[in-house]
């Protein structure tokens, strides 16, 4: 009995991953003929009958089944209050930042950490400073910050140069802080994780810097203080 229950469940699973394919394979067939640089990675069904949620990288757009309407745009849920379209892309932005891992990230915390955000920054940003002048009274609220490394003017870049020493300090986080204040601090070569921050960054969508985002994967607006930060976590 255990055996053919089994045996039907691995036929369905089969048939559905099947559909799921020839769907994917028709949408991919569909938004070549805009541009060849769409490159589907995922499909899902919503709760509107007929329509998809497309994800084409960072983007998601929804299709009818038969791939020869693309719809650009939200979906809120008005019974329930959500906006289901932003909480896709934050699911999305929670898996792309656990790819980081902690030996990557310049992380100033709390003696308890009850919260984190993380930061993509860039040393020759006012608002960045202004940030980094709050991290006290953030980590006062048990809020960590974690930072990665986001030079607006490129990887190969005079700013790019000096984070890649940052990151290669022997006390990152005294760097940063120093290279923020426009001040001296010592480095040595090193393999330094810029150019795979800033790759994560515009994949993530970062157009500027501060960009951060909460660890429920939800982005604010460039620069806030730290009682909206707080308020954002706990909203």
Request: glycine share 6%.
């Amino acid at each position: 009995m255990k055996i053919r229950f089994y045996l039907l469940l691995f036929i369905f699973i089969s048939i559905e991953i099947s559909a799921d394919e020839e769907l994917k394979k028709r949408f991919q067939e569909s938004l070549s003929r805009l541009s060849s640089d769409f490159e589907i990675t995922d499909v899902k069904a919503t709760p509107i009958k007929g329509v998809y949620q497309v994800t084409i990288g960072p983007d998601i757009v929804y299709m009818t089944k038969d791939g020869n309407y693309v719809l650009k745009g939200e979906i809120l849920d008005i019974s329930n209050r959500r906006n289901i379209t932003e909480d896709v892309r934050a699911e999305n932005r929670v898996h792309l930042l656990n790819t980081i891992s902690e030996k990557e990230y310049i992380e100033f915390s709390p003696s308890l950490t009850k919260n984190y955000i993380y930061v993509f920054t860039d040393t020759d940003c006012g608002y960045c400073r202004k940030l980094h002048r709050d991290v006290p009274e953030l980590n006062s609220m048990g809020i960590a910050v974690r930072y990665l490394a986001y030079p607006r003017t490129g990887v190969d870049s005079k700013i790019g140069d000096e984070m890649r020493d940052v990151w290669c300090a022997s006390d990152r986080r005294k760097a940063l802080t120093a290279a923020k204040n426009r001040e001296q601090f010592q480095s040595k070569p090193c393999d330094a994780p810029i150019a795979r921050h800033y790759a994560l960054g515009k994949e993530l969508g970062v157009s500027g810097t501060p960009a951060i985002f909460l660890e429920n994967g939800i982005k604010l607006p460039g620069y806030i203080p730290p009682d909206e930060i707080y308020r954002q976590i706990h909203n």
